[in-house]
């Protein structure tokens, strides 16, 4: 019963619920801390509906009344209208459970917090008044009934007041004037408890009160608990009494709800059979939930138990290993020195290792504990909250007013469900073994420590290229090698050096254990010079023989050559590109998720040589107008191509094209693109110039002067357009790199 407590405290106060009222969120509140937590808001926020009451609100209005929600989920508190005189701007207050309440908008009535008058003698709610619910902070503009409109949830009363009564010590007499005495009996027909002195002075057993039936105290408070309560009536109609369920809005109404008011052309079911249904669905989910509660408490004891098997690990013991050196008869007292060292610095680092490894053993001991008992922890405190439901519920279940049962009992189902779908697939598995899944593999270092012997240390030869392994693509190369035959010198590692394509110094570009490497990112057009050598403790070998290799080849046959191009095949780049592109076809086509621009770019960069590739437009809906270009590695890739200062382009519409760099926009031409149209792109680094075609045909000036550095294919789009890219193409008939201005230029 302990875990059921919280069930029964009002999140504003903080104390057992007195008067609770049912709010339409199907959470509850004290009657007097609902008055207390009021807030006046401007006539103008006012709605002009009367479905802001408390009882005529159903979970579709309730969607509505939300967005007129004082409360903001960034602050942790309830905020009021500043400016106005009826709901001055002060400070909040803390409720012993930590909800912020703002002082009273009117001045409290005279009694205590709690012991409320009658409705009517309370001072009139101010007119626009809101309140909002201390648990979800949803908020609902009152209606003229005020507070009155929402309903009492006598069940909860009921439940809290057996709840304290189970937690008394003793039944007190009723009748005593000073220090209550504990009660003897209980009088049936008086329903009061009486100690022996008062019951034989103002209950004796003659006259008429001689046939009153005396039972026990306890015996009187199960009778107490099962006496019929009064029949529920109307909040909208008080002088009628609960007698239909509506089943859209989810609550008892009566007779005259259903001729005049918004319940008319509802579904209504009988009282008595909804209740029967509800309480048939409350005890079948919690059934369920009771299932995961044991379920729990037997995970609870398996964690325990694993606590104890997780005790710190001893000390792995050292590997007793008999070295067995024989006396070395060696003239060298400096080389018998050098071996202790040799041998004492092994030994040193055994036991350095042996502290690490020590070192992680009490790591891993400390982790296994900590994990099991944040788990303890998690699932206590879990399984405290659902025994607390539970309780809750089996009480609510005892009783007999079916209209009060079915005010809560749409929520309760929910909360149990929502509940035992907490202990779902994982909740009660471990998260931790009680085995330690360390194991010290000695074997090797056995092994090795039996084969410590004396070797003639020397430099390794130098290596062999194979050159039948060897190749080039586009701008990557690839070379392997490997050690001269009959070569028995151990080697640690290659070293393998390029230089820079134009005869330069040699740099290292790959260290390692491996005898093959590609290495990417090359100039086209570039001859390169390779080299590799071998070292190990004792030195670095000789270097092998030099390769000469070639990064691209020419598109067209010797004897048709005339112009040096440079023939790449690449894709687009799905690494590199923004996440709303969609590849397909291998990555040669693209298109895009979004209505914005996003940008795309190739897989392969550009720094020297002539260069062209087409993409072809496969769809074009609604005219847009993508950028096709060039575009450094760090180009922005959430704005068209062109916008900022890493790309130069060229975007195009149905009618005209623009040139644009760094946002600038220049050159309007006319002539656009649908679908299946071709748009090419020619950079040539001889002349350092960008220019564009479409359909073949060039499409306004030279775009672009001056390009130097690295550059990649690039091409911005939205969704309504799709493109396939085409590469090792040759560059067109019309341009050589020796016309001062290609065919077609325009001044």
């Known amino acids: 019963m302990d875990e059921m407590e919280e ?92 909800v912020r309440v703002f002082p009273p908008a009117v001045p409290p009535p005279p009694s205590q917090h709690h012991l409320l008058q009658h409705p009517g003698s309370l001072p009139p709610i101010p007119r626009n008044s809101c309140i909002t619910c201390p648990q979800c902070h949803r908020s609902l503009i009152l209606d003229d009934r005020g507070l009155r409109g929402f309903p009492k949830n006598r069940v909860l009363e009921g439940v809290v007041d057996r709840y304290q009564q189970s937690k ?113 669905q409350l005890s079948q989910a ?34 007793s290993v008999m070295s067995g050196w024989g006396t070395l008869k060696e003239n060298g007292v400096e080389f ?31 982790h296994k504990l900590k994990v099991v008992r944040d ?21 609510v279940i005892k009783e007999n007013d079916p209209s009060g049962f079915l005010q809560i009992s749409d929520a309760l189902i929910r909360r149990v469900h929502m509940t035992e779908s907490q202990w779902g697939k994982g909740t009660l598995t471990p998260r931790m073994t009680s085995d330690f899944d360390l ?41 392997s090698w490997k050690q001269p035959p009959l070569s028995t010198i151990a080697v640690d590692g290659y070293i393998l ?56 080849e020419t598109g067209l046959p010797p004897c048709d050559i005339k112009t040096i191009a440079t023939v790449a095949w690449f894709t687009f780049d799905p690494a590199s590109a923004h996440p709303d592109i969609v590849f397909s076809n291998e990555n040669f086509t ?50 068209m191509l062109g916008k900022d200062d890493k790309a130069w382009a060229m975007y195009v519409d149905n009618n005209r094209s623009w040139f644009m760099h760094n946002n600038s926009h220049t050159n309007r031409s006319d002539g656009g693109i649908g679908k299946g149209a071709t748009v090419g792109v020619l950079l040539d680094f001889t002349r350092g110039i960008l220019l564009f075609l479409i359909n073949d045909e060039q499409q306004g000036p030279i775009a672009f002067e001056g390009m130097e550095g690295l550059f990649y294919p690039a091409i911005s789009l939205n969704r309504n357009v799709q493109v396939t890219l085409h590469t090792g193409l040759p560059i067109p008939e019309f341009y050589t790199p020796s016309d001062p201005d290609p065919p077609g230029s325009v001044c």
């Open 7 to 98: 069930e029964l405290k009002c999140p504003v106060c903080g104390s057992f619920f007195r008067e609770p009222i049912i709010l339409p969120c199907s959470h509850n509140i004290c009657l007097a801390c609902a008055r207390n937590i009021l807030v006046q808001t401007p006539d103008a926020e006012s709605p002009q509906s009367s479905r802001a009451s408390g009882s005529g609100v159903s979970d579709y209005d309730y969607l509505d009344l939300d967005k007129m929600s004082l409360y903001s989920e960034a602050d942790s508190g309830y905020g009021s209208y500043g400016g106005f005189a009826s709901a001055p701007t002060t400070p909040c207050q803390k409720s012993p459970n930590g």
């Open 168 to 280: 008394a010590a003793a039944l007190k007499c009723q009748l005593c004037e000073k220090s209550p005495k504990e009660a003897t009996v209980m009088c049936e027909q008086c329903d009061v408890f009486y100690c022996e002195p008062c019951r034989m002075r103002c209950h004796p057993p003659r006259g008429p009160l001689a046939k009153h039936r005396l039972v026990p105290p306890a015996q009187g408070r199960i009778s107490r608990r099962t006496s019929p309560r009064k029949i529920s009536t109307c909040t909208e109609h008080e002088l009628e009494n609960l007698s239909m369920y509506c089943v859209q809005c989810k609550m008892p109404v009566c007779y005259q709800c259903l001729e005049e008011g918004k319940h008319s052309t509802h579904e209504v079911k009988a009282l008595g059979a909804m209740w029967k249904l509800h309480k048939g």
């Open 286 to 319: 919690l059934n369920i939930l009771s299932d995961r509660a044991t379920e729990a408490k037997e995970f609870l004891v398996q964690l325990r138990n694993m606590v104890q098997h997780i005790q710190p690990a001893d000390a792995p013991g050292r590997p």
């Open 336 to 366: 018998e020195a050098c071996l202790v060292a040799q041998c004492d610095a092994l030994i040193d680092a055994l036991n350095r290792r042996k502290a690490q490894l020590l070192s992680r053993v009490n790591k891993e001991h400390e």
């Open 375 to 395: 788990q303890i922890a998690h699932c206590t405190v879990k399984l405290r909250q659902t025994t607390g439901l539970m309780e809750y519920c089996l009480e």
């Open 439 to 479: 194991t010290l593999d000695s074997g090797p270092l056995l092994q090795t420590i039996h084969q410590l012997d004396f070797v003639q240390m020397k430099v390794p030869a130098a290596p062999m290229l194979q050159l039948e392994e060897c190749c080039t693509q586009n701008n990557s190369a690839t070379l």
């Open 497 to 552: 050096e390029l230089d820079d394509g134009n005869g330069g110094q040699f740099r290292e570009v790959y260290v390692g254990k491996e005898t093959i490497c590609t290495v990417d990112g090359l100039h086209f057009n570039s001859t390169y010079m390779s080299r590799v050598k071998a070292f190990n403790g004792s030195g670095v070998s000789q270097y092998s023989k030099t390769l000469v290799m070639q990064t691209s």
């Open 590 to 639: 693209v298109s895009c998720n979004s209505y914005d621009d996003r940008v795309v770019m190739g897989n392969t960069g550009f720094s020297r040589g002539v260069h062209y590739w087409e993409m072809s437009v496969d769809r074009y809906d609604n005219h847009p107008d993508p950028a096709f270009g060039v575009a450094r590695g760090d180009v922005l890739k959430d704005v």
